[in-house]
Protein backbone atom coordinates (compact mmCIF):
# COMPACT_ATOMS: atom_id res chain seq x y z
CA UNK A 1 0.00 0.00 0.00
CA UNK A 2 1.50 3.23 -1.03
CA UNK A 3 1.63 6.26 2.09
CA UNK A 4 -0.89 8.14 0.44
CA UNK A 5 -3.36 5.13 -0.02
CA UNK A 6 -2.28 4.38 4.05
CA UNK A 7 -2.77 8.07 4.98
CA UNK A 8 -6.35 8.03 2.96
CA UNK A 9 -7.53 4.77 4.70
CA UNK A 10 -6.43 5.74 8.36
CA UNK A 11 -8.30 9.31 7.82
CA UNK A 12 -11.44 7.46 6.42
CA UNK A 13 -11.05 4.94 9.61
CA UNK A 14 -11.19 8.18 11.61
CA UNK A 15 -13.84 9.68 10.35
CA UNK A 16 -16.28 6.40 10.63
CA UNK A 17 -15.25 5.92 14.52
CA UNK A 18 -15.30 9.57 15.86
CA UNK A 19 -17.17 12.16 13.09
CA UNK A 20 -16.02 14.90 10.66
CA UNK A 21 -14.93 18.31 11.97
CA UNK A 22 -18.84 19.41 11.54
CA UNK A 23 -20.63 16.66 13.19
CA UNK A 24 -17.84 16.84 16.50
CA UNK A 25 -19.53 20.35 16.78
CA UNK A 26 -22.89 19.21 15.90
CA UNK A 27 -23.20 15.83 18.32
CA UNK A 28 -21.12 17.50 21.28
CA UNK A 29 -23.42 17.94 23.75
CA UNK A 30 -22.99 21.19 26.38
CA UNK A 31 -23.08 20.72 30.19
CA UNK A 32 -26.70 21.89 29.75
CA UNK A 33 -27.39 18.58 27.56
CA UNK A 34 -28.46 21.46 24.53
CA UNK A 35 -26.08 21.03 21.27
CA UNK A 36 -24.06 24.58 20.61
CA UNK A 37 -26.25 25.50 17.69
CA UNK A 38 -29.25 24.98 20.36
CA UNK A 39 -28.21 27.51 22.48
CA UNK A 40 -26.90 29.94 19.64
CA UNK A 41 -30.63 30.07 18.79
CA UNK A 42 -31.92 29.92 21.72
CA UNK A 43 -30.50 33.28 22.89
CA UNK A 44 -30.67 35.04 19.01
CA UNK A 45 -34.51 34.31 19.34
CA UNK A 46 -35.40 34.17 22.72
CA UNK A 47 -37.29 36.90 24.44
CA UNK A 48 -35.80 40.25 24.49
CA UNK A 49 -35.63 42.53 28.10
CA UNK A 50 -35.88 45.98 27.81
CA UNK A 51 -33.04 45.80 30.53
CA UNK A 52 -30.98 43.93 28.32
CA UNK A 53 -31.87 46.39 24.79
CA UNK A 54 -30.70 49.34 26.69
CA UNK A 55 -27.56 47.66 27.99
CA UNK A 56 -26.59 46.61 24.46
CA UNK A 57 -27.58 49.52 21.99
CA UNK A 58 -26.02 52.17 20.99
CA UNK A 59 -26.03 55.91 23.36
CA UNK A 60 -25.46 58.09 20.40
CA UNK A 61 -24.90 62.12 20.92
CA UNK A 62 -28.37 63.44 19.07
CA UNK A 63 -28.32 66.95 17.59
CA UNK A 64 -31.73 67.68 16.59
CA UNK A 65 -32.66 70.14 14.61
CA UNK A 66 -34.79 72.47 17.51
CA UNK A 67 -37.00 74.38 14.39
CA UNK A 68 -38.66 71.09 13.43
CA UNK A 69 -38.05 69.11 16.81
CA UNK A 70 -41.23 70.27 18.82
CA UNK A 71 -40.11 68.51 22.28
CA UNK A 72 -36.78 68.92 22.22
CA UNK A 73 -34.75 70.68 25.46
CA UNK A 74 -34.23 74.30 23.78
CA UNK A 75 -36.91 74.20 21.12
CA UNK A 76 -39.16 77.81 21.07
CA UNK A 77 -41.37 75.98 18.79
CA UNK A 78 -44.65 76.00 20.58
CA UNK A 79 -46.37 75.75 17.15
CA UNK A 80 -48.24 72.55 16.46
CA UNK A 81 -47.67 70.76 20.24
CA UNK A 82 -50.96 71.17 20.94
CA UNK A 83 -52.18 69.44 17.76
CA UNK A 84 -49.52 66.39 18.84
CA UNK A 85 -50.93 65.97 21.95
CA UNK A 86 -54.41 66.02 20.45
CA UNK A 87 -53.13 63.05 17.82
CA UNK A 88 -51.59 61.23 21.18
CA UNK A 89 -54.86 61.58 22.96
CA UNK A 90 -57.20 60.65 20.08
CA UNK A 91 -54.47 57.49 19.32
CA UNK A 92 -55.15 56.28 23.12
CA UNK A 93 -59.01 56.47 22.29
CA UNK A 94 -58.42 54.75 19.74
CA UNK A 95 -56.15 51.67 21.16
CA UNK A 96 -59.17 51.71 23.45
CA UNK A 97 -61.34 50.29 20.67
CA UNK A 98 -58.34 47.80 18.91
CA UNK A 99 -55.03 46.92 19.66
CA UNK A 100 -53.02 49.50 18.51
CA UNK A 101 -49.09 49.79 18.92
CA UNK A 102 -47.32 49.78 15.30
CA UNK A 103 -48.23 53.17 13.40
CA UNK A 104 -47.04 54.08 9.79
CA UNK A 105 -47.43 57.51 8.90
CA UNK A 106 -47.77 58.39 4.83
CA UNK A 107 -48.85 60.55 2.91
CA UNK A 108 -49.63 60.32 -0.84
CA UNK A 109 -46.22 62.46 -1.94
CA UNK A 110 -42.85 63.77 -0.86
CA UNK A 111 -42.80 67.02 1.20
CA UNK A 112 -45.49 66.07 2.71
CA UNK A 113 -44.72 65.86 6.72
CA UNK A 114 -44.42 62.35 6.86
CA UNK A 115 -41.47 62.23 8.30
CA UNK A 116 -41.99 65.69 10.51
CA UNK A 117 -45.53 64.24 12.20
CA UNK A 118 -43.45 60.70 12.51
CA UNK A 119 -40.64 62.49 14.68
CA UNK A 120 -42.71 64.46 16.55
CA UNK A 121 -45.65 61.81 17.53
CA UNK A 122 -43.16 59.67 18.59
CA UNK A 123 -41.58 62.51 21.31
CA UNK A 124 -44.61 63.79 22.29
CA UNK A 125 -45.80 60.06 23.41
CA UNK A 126 -42.84 59.68 25.44
CA UNK A 127 -43.43 63.18 27.11
CA UNK A 128 -46.00 61.08 29.47
CA UNK A 129 -44.12 59.50 31.81
CA UNK A 130 -42.57 55.72 31.65
CA UNK A 131 -43.82 55.59 28.09
CA UNK A 132 -42.00 54.35 25.49
CA UNK A 133 -41.42 54.81 21.89
CA UNK A 134 -39.77 53.08 18.99
CA UNK A 135 -39.33 55.14 15.61
CA UNK A 136 -38.29 53.18 12.51
CA UNK A 137 -37.28 55.16 9.52
CA UNK A 138 -38.23 52.72 6.73
CA UNK A 139 -37.95 55.42 3.97
CA UNK A 140 -35.49 53.25 2.66
CA UNK A 141 -34.85 54.66 -0.88
CA UNK A 142 -34.33 58.05 0.97
CA UNK A 143 -33.84 58.07 4.51
CA UNK A 144 -34.21 61.53 6.50
CA UNK A 145 -35.19 61.38 9.82
CA UNK A 146 -31.42 60.86 10.87
CA UNK A 147 -31.28 63.85 9.83
CA UNK A 148 -33.62 65.59 11.37
CA UNK A 149 -32.20 63.94 14.73
CA UNK A 150 -28.56 64.81 13.94
CA UNK A 151 -27.20 61.71 13.59
CA UNK A 152 -25.72 58.94 11.41
CA UNK A 153 -27.98 57.44 8.67
CA UNK A 154 -26.27 54.10 8.79
CA UNK A 155 -26.00 51.27 10.63
CA UNK A 156 -30.34 51.22 10.37
CA UNK A 157 -33.16 49.24 8.61
CA UNK A 158 -31.77 48.39 5.53
CA UNK A 159 -28.54 46.86 7.35
CA UNK A 160 -30.62 44.90 9.64
CA UNK A 161 -32.65 43.65 6.65
CA UNK A 162 -30.05 42.66 4.62
CA UNK A 163 -28.76 40.43 7.68
CA UNK A 164 -25.35 42.85 8.18
CA UNK A 165 -26.67 43.88 11.76
CA UNK A 166 -28.82 42.52 14.57
CA UNK A 167 -31.22 44.69 16.45
CA UNK A 168 -28.44 46.01 19.07
CA UNK A 169 -26.13 47.42 15.96
CA UNK A 170 -29.16 49.40 14.55
CA UNK A 171 -31.04 51.15 17.50
CA UNK A 172 -29.71 54.56 18.67
CA UNK A 173 -31.11 55.55 22.19
CA UNK A 174 -30.12 59.46 21.72
CA UNK A 175 -30.81 62.49 24.25
CA UNK A 176 -34.80 61.40 24.97
CA UNK A 177 -35.64 59.53 27.58
CA UNK A 178 -37.87 56.24 26.35
CA UNK A 179 -37.16 57.55 22.66
CA UNK A 180 -35.60 55.05 20.81
CA UNK A 181 -34.46 55.23 17.12
CA UNK A 182 -33.97 53.07 14.29
CA UNK A 183 -32.72 55.49 11.02
CA UNK A 184 -33.17 54.06 7.56
CA UNK A 185 -29.46 52.78 6.87
CA UNK A 186 -28.07 53.28 3.44
CA UNK A 187 -30.21 53.83 0.51
CA UNK A 188 -31.69 50.65 -1.37
CA UNK A 189 -33.73 50.47 -4.54
CA UNK A 190 -35.31 46.76 -3.39
CA UNK A 191 -36.96 48.38 -0.55
CA UNK A 192 -40.17 46.08 -0.96
CA UNK A 193 -38.57 42.91 -1.46
CA UNK A 194 -36.32 43.88 1.87
CA UNK A 195 -38.90 44.28 4.02
CA UNK A 196 -40.66 40.77 2.85
CA UNK A 197 -37.91 39.34 3.59
CA UNK A 198 -38.96 37.60 6.51
CA UNK A 199 -36.38 40.15 9.31
CA UNK A 200 -38.93 42.77 9.49
CA UNK A 201 -42.00 40.76 10.92
CA UNK A 202 -38.65 39.39 13.06
CA UNK A 203 -37.83 42.56 14.30
CA UNK A 204 -41.13 43.84 14.75
CA UNK A 205 -42.01 40.19 16.89
CA UNK A 206 -39.18 40.59 19.67
CA UNK A 207 -39.32 44.78 20.03
CA UNK A 208 -43.14 44.99 20.58
CA UNK A 209 -43.27 43.61 23.46
CA UNK A 210 -40.93 46.31 25.08
CA UNK A 211 -42.20 49.49 23.85
CA UNK A 212 -45.37 51.18 24.22
CA UNK A 213 -45.53 52.69 20.61
CA UNK A 214 -43.65 52.00 17.24
CA UNK A 215 -44.08 54.54 14.37
CA UNK A 216 -42.79 54.01 10.75
CA UNK A 217 -41.95 56.28 8.93
CA UNK A 218 -42.62 55.96 5.50
CA UNK A 219 -42.12 56.73 1.41
CA UNK A 220 -44.91 58.46 -0.60
CA UNK A 221 -48.17 55.80 -1.04
CA UNK A 222 -49.25 57.26 -4.29
CA UNK A 223 -45.77 56.48 -5.84
CA UNK A 224 -44.05 53.51 -4.70
CA UNK A 225 -45.15 50.00 -2.79
CA UNK A 226 -43.44 49.76 0.04
CA UNK A 227 -46.00 51.97 2.71
CA UNK A 228 -49.07 49.18 1.48
CA UNK A 229 -46.12 46.14 2.28
CA UNK A 230 -45.06 48.10 5.27
CA UNK A 231 -49.18 48.73 6.68
CA UNK A 232 -49.33 44.64 6.99
CA UNK A 233 -46.37 44.88 9.75
CA UNK A 234 -48.53 47.79 11.48
CA UNK A 235 -51.72 47.48 13.29
CA UNK A 236 -52.72 50.99 11.45
CA UNK A 237 -52.04 53.79 9.18
CA UNK A 238 -52.01 57.42 9.57
CA UNK A 239 -51.94 59.43 6.41
CA UNK A 240 -50.63 62.85 6.13
CA UNK A 241 -52.24 65.59 3.59
CA UNK A 242 -50.24 69.03 3.35
CA UNK A 243 -52.98 71.66 3.74
CA UNK A 244 -53.26 73.59 0.34
CA UNK A 245 -50.49 71.25 -1.11
CA UNK A 246 -51.42 67.32 -1.95
CA UNK A 247 -53.61 67.34 -4.75
CA UNK A 248 -57.20 65.76 -4.08
CA UNK A 249 -56.41 62.73 -6.91
CA UNK A 250 -53.10 61.49 -5.21
CA UNK A 251 -54.53 61.71 -1.85
CA UNK A 252 -57.26 59.66 -3.17
CA UNK A 253 -55.15 56.71 -4.79
CA UNK A 254 -52.73 57.00 -2.12
CA UNK A 255 -55.45 56.08 0.44
CA UNK A 256 -56.48 53.20 -2.25
CA UNK A 257 -53.61 51.46 -1.17
CA UNK A 258 -54.96 50.95 2.07
CA UNK A 259 -57.60 48.76 3.30
CA UNK A 260 -60.56 50.73 5.13
CA UNK A 261 -59.69 49.05 8.58
CA UNK A 262 -55.99 49.77 8.46
CA UNK A 263 -56.71 53.53 7.99
CA UNK A 264 -56.88 55.31 11.21
CA UNK A 265 -57.46 58.79 10.19
CA UNK A 266 -55.90 61.75 8.63
CA UNK A 267 -53.22 63.98 9.72
CA UNK A 268 -53.84 67.74 7.78
CA UNK A 269 -50.17 69.28 8.09
CA UNK A 270 -49.54 72.86 7.37
CA UNK A 271 -52.36 74.73 8.02
CA UNK A 272 -51.97 78.34 7.94
CA UNK A 273 -53.27 79.68 11.50
CA UNK A 274 -54.28 82.89 9.50
CA UNK A 275 -56.46 81.20 7.63
CA UNK A 276 -57.61 79.02 10.25
CA UNK A 277 -59.99 80.77 12.68
CA UNK A 278 -59.83 78.73 15.38
CA UNK A 279 -56.12 78.36 15.07
CA UNK A 280 -56.57 82.32 14.70
CA UNK A 281 -58.42 82.08 17.98
CA UNK A 282 -55.90 79.89 20.31
CA UNK A 283 -52.51 80.48 18.66
CA UNK A 284 -52.55 84.18 17.96
CA UNK A 285 -48.96 84.42 17.82
CA UNK A 286 -47.83 81.79 15.56
CA UNK A 287 -47.75 82.08 12.07
CA UNK A 288 -46.32 78.95 11.08
CA UNK A 289 -47.84 75.58 9.54
CA UNK A 290 -49.22 73.38 12.54
CA UNK A 291 -50.03 69.97 12.61
CA UNK A 292 -54.09 68.84 13.35
CA UNK A 293 -55.66 65.44 13.45
CA UNK A 294 -58.77 65.50 11.63
CA UNK A 295 -60.99 62.71 11.40
CA UNK A 296 -60.51 60.48 8.49
N1 LIG B 1 -45.91 71.36 10.17
C1 LIG B 1 -44.66 71.67 9.81
N2 LIG B 1 -44.05 72.72 10.37
C2 LIG B 1 -42.81 73.06 10.01
N3 LIG B 1 -42.06 72.39 9.10
C3 LIG B 1 -42.62 71.32 8.52
C4 LIG B 1 -43.94 70.90 8.84
N4 LIG B 1 -44.20 69.81 8.11
C5 LIG B 1 -43.11 69.53 7.37
N5 LIG B 1 -42.16 70.45 7.61
C6 LIG B 1 -40.86 70.53 6.96
O1 LIG B 1 -41.07 70.34 5.56
C7 LIG B 1 -40.04 69.53 4.99
C8 LIG B 1 -40.67 68.26 4.38
O2 LIG B 1 -41.25 67.51 5.43
P1 LIG B 1 -40.94 65.95 5.62
O3 LIG B 1 -41.53 65.57 6.93
O4 LIG B 1 -39.50 65.66 5.41
O5 LIG B 1 -41.79 65.38 4.40
P2 LIG B 1 -41.91 63.88 3.86
O6 LIG B 1 -41.36 62.98 4.92
O7 LIG B 1 -43.38 63.70 3.62
O8 LIG B 1 -41.14 63.85 2.59
C9 LIG B 1 -39.06 69.23 6.11
O9 LIG B 1 -38.03 70.18 6.10
C10 LIG B 1 -39.92 69.40 7.37
O10 LIG B 1 -39.15 69.75 8.48
MG1 LIG C 1 -39.82 61.60 4.87
Same mark, same amino acid.
Given at each position: ?133 ? $???? #? ?7 ? *???? =?????? &? ?108 ? $???? #? ?7 ? *???? =?????? &? ?5
Amino acid at each position: MSRIHEALKKAELERATHGGPEDHVIEQPMPSGMSARMVGSVNADGPLTFEALQARTARVQWNPNLNTMLFFAGSDQAMGKEELRTLRSRLYQMRERKPLKKILITSALPQEGKSFVSANLAQVLVQQRGRRAL $LIDA #DMRGPRLHQ *AFGT =AVQPGL &AEYLMGEQDEFGVIQQGTMENLFLIPGGRPVTNAPELVSNGRLKNLMARLEPLFDWIIVDSPPAALVSDASVLANFCDGVLMVVRSSVTPSEAARKARMEFTPDQLLGVV $LNGI #DPKLDSYAR *AYYP =AYGQPE &AELKKS
